[in-house]
């Protein structure tokens, strides 16, 4: 017999035919039998089997069972032809490029308790002259169209659904798609032989591959023996997010609801998809799309069928991902790492070399990421395992979201990953609508080239929708109404308050709460909130029955309505510091402190977390913590549960935010309306009034660790001094006025942070400890420093100028005294550089300082313009040109001494001293010798002498033992001689310098 290199080859294209045949009969012919849609899928799976026999071979031609196989390939090819013969094709007159193409009924998104292609209950057939039945519709079709659909039930034909063409076309048509039913037996026979031939088969193409697959098993080994364990789990612990997605299931899993998510892990459609998805029409494929409309109940769906893919599959082979609208990012990165490190701890931490190298680079991209988990998924594969993926609420991910659908479809639509079955969720957004309309798009064109269009004349395209290559379900379907009503029903009866109404009366508040939620299980928990704090007065339930809101923005809106006058100030600070993105409140208590930022002091012991949720109700949600929110301080009096408040839903920040409907009319959340710009200006004075508070709260005992509302405000503050938050500051002149006081260096809130290891957690209130001011001393020139002085002192440590301007510019500052205004210039006080890195190195501790030295030293010359602006004098610093001209090209690199250059201007402009007396040379000497012309010219625009020289007698500026020679020379003498530094190996620059630096001295 023949060798099967040359068997394969004509087998496959003959298995390619008769799949053809048969796939044309099926898409053309309405309610096909099941025994052709079984023998069709066959003889798909039988060509796959084939051609992947086909390829074994080509890659290990040291197979010793080629007779035994080209026996069953032959064999196989028989039972094809006698398959292909089932199908009866009687003679027409039209060639297959000349008919027209049947066209299927339009369908939709997949709407659960209706199959496709099913008529309508109410729609019966007539009896037809031909001895049949038929039914008669007409249709528009999508390209305005209309069409006329015939249904045949003849006595030996499977009904065939046609288009509308000319009598003699539909004669051929029905003639040539006829299933002669006297066959099944026969049907089913070979049914059986097709399923042994694959099975013989896929044994031969298994066998061939065994040397492939061991080789394949080594090399996996070794790239697993090249990481221990430790180094595995560090590899993991490197790529996981900070996210904890457990967690977040766990909380989303405690709000199902039984017998309220079943009616889709009931349908054959998703064993379909635990399966790997199906190619049948109207079947589930491997990529599902559930959308609806805000509060369907998509998350808590997502969360249950969660559960049962992790009981079909026992825990291992899915992952999933809730997206979540509080991190406020695109959550491709993190959805990527979540799911690739979750699904290797599922198979012993198998880390592919594809992630050890991204490791090893220490750098995150798509690209790699998706290689990550293609290899990881394929692992599964190997082992036979399908993989599953539940991603949620997709709508949530922060725009634009187009990396992360472009993922999510590769995933679920790609070749590469058929192993792996996808399901998200999300609202019907534009960009996600139009994502997927691409898909239905792609796969069309994809359509058109495999079988294109050879005529107009009657040609009529197949449904786009039916080419998709994902499922999409609607929540607005009939099961989900059942399931809402459902979800009632089990609320009322749970709730002890509901029980003592008589039944009548609450079977009719469940009825009239079901009929109108509209689809929506949030609505419907809002109500049963509203009605429960209702529940002692029938005829005031009974009056909300009558007046029900009809969307959850009008819910919400009564909700707020109903907050107490008192109250709302409490409630409207709450929900604006549970909306920020920036400020991170870890616990109830702590929300409830700082929300009283703006309660009348008598009235603040009366309100707690209770007071916080019986005004907000189901606007907010209240969770218990596993653990205590993490603190640097500790503290031994906290006994009662952690709690943790937050949006009960996303609609909620949504209706908060909502612009209003039209132009001139309110926003819909009334006074309770935020804007990212209010929330961050209302956070930051929560915490700077909380710090200025600090002392009053802690008169009793100092000594105690701070609250965890003081811990926060000590973070936030921090975190408020970045850049980022400053020109707020700055410019809202209320903000300013609140942060102020929190600048005076050894104030309540920082000492507190009594030691090193409490100021590292804290970069910028750390900068204020260098700081140390002179304590007052009987007989002592020095006195203690004002509150001004340290507040400029702070300003610098801080590198603010901004805010020093505006301090400088204020009228408390203006209205000064001459002799308060003239000690702020004078005040000394020592700074210690060694507190923060960041600090410049170019004093020693101990030393004294001044503001305007400090300026000087530090050169900052946007600090010393605002202070010559606000009337600073260098009348009580007769160095300070000396000072100016410690460290002339700064204390990096990269200076050549221009700052330098623009300090001395303008210092000596404000009327600085420019030739010191009492030193060993003067700073016209030092300019001359580093050849600094500009320097030189500004010098000596205001020194009396050019030739003066320095004192032989006289001190060091910079308290030096060091002599150099020119410093008893003239300045001339010393141009002539000098050899800067800077000049090394640029004797032309020199000599020029030499020349300009003479220039100026004659």
């Known amino acids: 017999m023949a060798s099967p290199f040359f068997l394969l080859p004509e087998a496959i294209k003959f298995a390619a035919e008769v799949a053809r045949t048969f796939s044309e009969y099926v898409m053309s012919v309405k309610q096909v039998p099941k025994i052709v849609r079984n023998l069709t899928l066959e003889v798909h799976l039988l060509k796959g089997v084939l051609e992947t026999l086909s390829a074994t071979l080509v890659d290990n031609q040291e197979s010793t069972g080629y007779p035994q196989l080209s026996e069953s390939i032959a ?23 000349k008919l027209p193409r049947i066209k299927r009924e339009a369908g939709g998104s997949y709407v659960p308790g209706r ?23 007409t249709a528009q079709t999508s390209s305005g169209y209309r069409r006329v659909r015939a249904t045949f039930f003849g006595n030996n034909c499977a009904p065939v659904a046609l288009s509308t063409s000319t009598p ?10 006829r299933w002669p039913l006297d066959n099944q037996g026969k049907a089913e026979n070979l049914l059986k032989d097709l399923e042994r031939h694959k099975s013989q088969l896929t044994i031969a193409m298994q066998t061939d591959n065994a040397l492939n697959l061991n080789a394949l098993k080594n090399t996996v080994k070794d790239i697993e023996a090249t990481l221990n364990d430790g180094e595995k789990r560090s590899v993991l612990a490197w790529l996981r997010p900070k996210v904890d997605m457990y967690e977040f299931h766990n909380e989303q899993h405690d709000k199902q609801e039984d017998e309220t998510c079943e009616w889709l892990t009931n349908s054959n459609g998703w064993e379909q998809w635990l399966d790997g998805g199906s190619s049948e029409l109207g079947g589930y494929h491997r990529f599902i799309w559930i959308y609806g409309i805000p509060g369907a109940g998509k998350t808590v769906l997502a969360s249950f069928l969660i559960d049962d893919i992790a009981k079909h599959c026992r825990a291992t082979g899915f992952s999933y991902y809730y997206c979540f609208h509080e991190r406020d990012q695109d959550e491709t990165m993190p959805f990527l790492r979540w799911i690739i490190g979750d699904l290797s701890r599922q198979i012993g931490r198998y880390i592919p070399k594809e992630l050890d190298d991204l490791c090893q680079k220490e750098t995150f991209t798509i690209t790699g990421l998706m290689d990550c988990f293609s290899a990881v998924s394929r692992q599964f594969k190997r082992e036979g395992r399908q993989v599953y993926l539940v991603v949620d609420a997709v709508d949530e991910s922060k725009k634009p979201r187009d990396r992360f659908l472009d993922v999510l479809t590769k995933i679920g639509t790609d070749p590469a990953f058929e192993h792996v079955s996808l399901l998200m ?60 009503r459902t979800y009632v029903k089990k609320q009322f009866a749970r709730n002890a308050r509901f029980k003592g109404w008589p039944s009548q009366f609450r079977e009719k508040v469940e009825n009239e709460l079901a009929r109108n939620a509209r689809g929506m299980f949030r609505w419907v928990a809002c109500q049963i909130d509203i009605i429960e704090r209702k529940y ?13 809101p009809e969307t959850l923005f009008d819910t919400y809106a009564r909700i707020l309505q109903s907050i107490k006058p008192g109250e709302q100030a409490f409630a409207r600070t709450a929900l604006a510091l549970i909306c920020s993105n920036t400020v991170n409140i870890k616990s109830a208590d702590v929300l409830v402190q700082a929300s009283l930022h703006s309660v009348q002091h008598g009235a603040i012991h009366t309100y707690n977390v209770r007071v916080l949720k019986d005004s907000l109700g189901c606007l907010i949600k209240i969770t218990d913590l596993k653990r205590k929110p993490h603190s640097i301080f500790k503290r031994e009096d906290e006994t009662a549960t952690p709690q943790r408040v937050s949006l009960a839903h996303y609609t909620v920040r949504e209706f908060l935010f909502a612009k209003p409907k039209r132009e001139g009319e ?12 209010e929330i961050r200006k209302l956070e930051m004075q929560v915490v700077f009034n909380g710090l200025q508070q600090w002392e009053t709260a802690r008169v009793q005992n100092p000594r105690l660790p701070p609250t965890r509302y003081q811990e926060h405000c000590l973070e936030a503050g921090d975190l408020a001094l970045r850049a980022g938050r400053r020109d707020l500051i700055v410019k809202d002149h209320s903000l300013w006025q609140s942060v102020l006081p929190c600048l005076v260096p050894g104030g309540a809130h920082l000492k507190a942070l009594r030691n090193v290891a409490l100021r590292k957690y804290f970069q910028r209130w750390r900068k204020l400890f260098a700081f140390d001011e002179l304590p007052p001393q009987n007989g002592s020139a020095h006195r203690g420093s004002s509150v001004e002085t340290g507040i400029l002192a702070s300003l610098m440590l801080l590198r603010w100028p901004e805010f020093a301007q505006k301090f400088l510019q204020d009228p408390a500052f203006k209205n000064l005294s001459p002799q308060a205004r003239r000690a702020i210039w004078t005040d000394e006080f020592t700074i210690d550089p060694s507190i923060d890195e960041t600090i410049p190195k170019t004093c020693h501790k101990g030393e004294l300082m001044t503001v305007l030295r400090l300026c000087v030293l530090w050169k900052q010359l946007d600090f010393l313009g605002h202070f010559i602006d606000a009337g600073a004098k260098f009348d009580y610093e007769p160095d300070i040109i000396f000072v100016a001209l410690r460290n002339p090209y700064g204390t990096s690199t990269g200076d050549d001494g221009s700052t330098t250059g623009e300090l001395l201007k303008m210092l000596l402009e404000r009327g600085a001293n420019p030739n010191p007396l009492g030193y060993k040379f003067t700073p016209l000497q030092m300019a001359v010798n580093l050849l600094e012309e500009g320097w030189v010219q500004s010098l000596l625009m205001e020194v009396r002498d050019a030739n003066s020289i320095g004192d032989p007698d006289g001190e060091h500026p910079y308290e030096s033992d060091k002599v150099e020679n020119w410093y008893q020379k003239h300045p001339l003498d010393i141009c002539s001689e000098a050899k800067p530094d800077w000049a090394t190996n640029l004797e032309d620059l020199l000599r020029k310098s030499q020349k300009q630096v003479e220039k100026l001295l004659i």
């Open 425 to 484: 969720t999300s609202r019907d957004e534009p960009d996600i609508r139009d994502k997927m309309t691409q898909l239905v798009l792609d796969a069309e064109l994809d359509a058109d080239d495999a079988h294109p269009r050879l005529d107009d004349e009657g040609y009529i395209p197949e449904d786009p929708l039916d080419l998709a290559p994902y499922t999409s379900i609607t929540m607005s379907n009939g099961d989900v109404m059942r399931a809402i």
């Open 536 to 548: 002692m007065d029938r005829d005031e339930v009974l009056k909300t029955l009558e007046d029900l």
């Open 168 to 177: 003699r076309k539909r004669k051929g048509i029905i003639a040539r798609l």
């Open 666 to 677: 309110p926003r819909p959340a009334g006074n309770f309306a935020l804007s990212s710009a």
């Open 115 to 137: 199959d496709f292609g099913s008529s309508s209950p109410d729609r019966l057939p007539r009896e037809s002259s031909s001895g049949g039945y038929s039914s008669l519709e």
């Open 75 to 97: 064999q196989c090819q028989n039972t094809l032809s006698e398959v292909k013969k089932l199908l009866v094709l009687d003679a027409v007159d039209e060639s297959p490029s």
